[in-house]
Nanobody
Framework: QVQLVESGGGSVQAGGSLRLSCAASLYPDSYWCVAWFRQVSGKEREGVATINSQGGITYADAVKGRFTISKDDAKITLYLEMNDLKPEDTAMYYC???????????????????WGQGTQVTVSS
């Protein structure tokens, strides 16, 4: 059973920055991939960014140039640095993984059996 524990989040004004962290209990010696999703109440979860054990990184168009995903391999901890935040970034943010040896793509929530508890990000105008 893979566990993911998130931290970070909070409330900021537009233009501000926040950093999210996600500690994942994945096997470090096998391929792994972790994604950040976000969800606004009443809407589907939206993929934001992915990173894998080989250093491959992807971003959704809505966050390119503003968000940066990174990792600490020693602890398999993932980070999402969010800059120039906008009110439309307000959502519950989740880290998720399909498990070891499984690719992050297609980036759709139903493919991910393992999720963190979520952390709220609120951006005021």
């Amino acid at each position: 059973q893979v566990q993911l524990v998130e931290s970070g989040g909070g409330s900021v004004q537009a233009g501000g920055s926040l950093r999210l962290s996600c500690a994942a209990s994945l096997y470090p010696d096998s391929y792994w991939c972790v994604a950040w999703f976000r969800q606004v109440s009443g809407k589907e979860r939206e993929g934001v960014a992915t990173i894998n054990s080989q250093g491959g990184i992807t971003y959704a168009d809505a966050v390119k140039g503003r968000f940066t995903i990174s990792k600490d391999d020693a602890k398999i901890t993932l980070y999402l640095e969010m800059n120039d935040l906008k009110p439309e970034d307000t959502a519950m943010y989740y880290c998720a993984t399909p498990g070891n040896d499984v690719n992050c793509y297609p980036l759709i929530a139903v493919r991910y059996p393992y999720w963190g508890q979520g952390t709220q990000v609120t951006v005021s105008s």
